[in-house]
């Protein structure tokens, strides 16, 4: 199964994109080979602990179409022991824009 916004593969069981909350499909027509991905430098943004905050950076970020991705966000909803950091990555080629659109998180 495939995403077809951000085109990552996914096991037969998932039936929707984790990350962009769509419906998977079976093949995507448009598949790029791996010659022919662009592969993106993330630098480091900031950090947060704060669940409401993040949510409001991601949603910022996907509004201004800014490739990033969270580091730990999955083992910080895991974690038992408190509040566990995430880290946001984010495209490097966009990183003052990004810095810009949340400097009040910063």
Do not use: T
């Amino acid at each position: 199964m495939f995403c077809p916004k951000c085109g990552y593969e996914y096991e037969e069981n998932i039936k929707v994109c984790p990350d962009c909350n769509i419906p998977l499909v079976e093949k995507l027509d448009n598949k790029k080979s791996e010659e022919e991905m662009d592969y993106i430098d993330y630098e480091f943004l900031l950090s947060s602990y704060k669940p409401g905050d993040i949510a409001i950076m991601k949603s910022i970020l996907e509004c201004e179409n800014i490739n990033y991705f969270i580091q730990g966000e999955l083992f910080s909803k895991a974690y038992a022991g408190g509040l566990q950091s995430v880290r946001f990555m984010v495209d490097e080629s966009k990183i003052e824009l990004a810095r810009e659109l949340l400097k009040d998180f910063i």
